[in-house]
T-cell receptor
Framework: SQQGEEDPQALSIQEGENATMNCSYK?????LQWYRQNSGRGLVHLIL?????REKHSGRLRVTLDTSKKSSSLLITASRAADTASYFC???????????FGTGTRLQVTL | DTGVSQDPRHKITKRGQNVTFRCDPI?????LYWYRQTLGQGPEFLTY????????KSRLLSDRFSAERPKGSFSTLEIQRTEQGDSAMYLC????????????FGPGTRLTVL
């Protein structure tokens, strides 16, 4: 079963704009991760944020985590056409535990 | 290439046939996971190995599914008597003992059952 949902389900923006996608989850977590998936391909790990962290940056990516609201957001700044993909959040409840994924946001970046 | 590899990348089979998929994790990773992803959904957990021990299995893993990791390196996932509902992308991931559980995924095996 899915842990939660990403919002929006689909997002279309122009190159150079920022893209923000949100993830909500249902249970207490240890870590939250974001992954990118190009159509029909495997998942690429983007960033991991631990439950005791509130914000994390990696290049053009900024992730926030609000454990009181059980939600996270992924911001991609200065988007590029190559960012076109589906983005998934995934949570775990321990260091060695399985990941539980959301339903994904499909991002389309147009020139 | 030192990433997770999966073989085959695509498999088309007829209903009732058995299929086997292979996953080679990143070499120093001791934990290996199998997930299944259907169209438009996020991946769902199937099973997990730490070294050669299978430590957790999902209720999705019916008795037609079996997974092994005999020497703690590569893993195989077998589906017996395939059904059309087994059509999906089967993803393998691995992670290191020392990590915070960053799981690195292979390219997946897409199974189509006719």
């Amino acid at each position: 079963s899915q842990q939660g949902e990403e919002d929006p389900q689909a997002l279309s923006i122009q190159e150079g704009e920022n893209a923000t996608m949100n993830c909500s989850y249902k249970t207490s977590i240890n870590n939250l991760q974001w992954y990118r998936q190009n159509s029909g391909r495997g998942l690429v790990h983007l960033i991991l944020i631990r439950s005791n962290e509130r914000e994390k940056h990696s290049g053009r990516l900024r992730v926030t985590l609000d454990t009181s609201k059980k939600s996270s957001s992924l911001l991609i700044t200065a988007s590029r056409a190559a960012d076109t993909a589906s983005y998934f959040c995934a949570t775990d409840t321990g260091t060695a535990s399985k990941l539980t994924f959301g339903t994904g946001t499909r991002l389309q970046v147009t020139l | 290439d030192t990433g997770v590899s999966q073989d085959p990348r695509h498999k088309i089979t007829k209903r009732g046939q058995n299929v086997t998929f292979r996953c080679d994790p990143i070499s120093e990773h001791n934990r290996l996971y199998w997930y299944r992803q259907t169209l438009g959904q996020g991946p769902e957990f199937l099973t997990y190995f730490q070294n050669e021990a299978q430590l957790e299995k999902s209720r999705l893993l019916s008795d037609r599914f079996s997974a092994e990791r005999p020497k703690g390196s590569f893993s195989t996932l077998e589906i017996q008597r395939t059904e059309q509902g087994d059509s999906a992308m089967y993803l393998c991931a691995s992670t290191a003992r020392s990590s915070y559980n960053e799981q690195f995924f292979g390219p997946g095996t897409r199974l189509t059952v006719l």
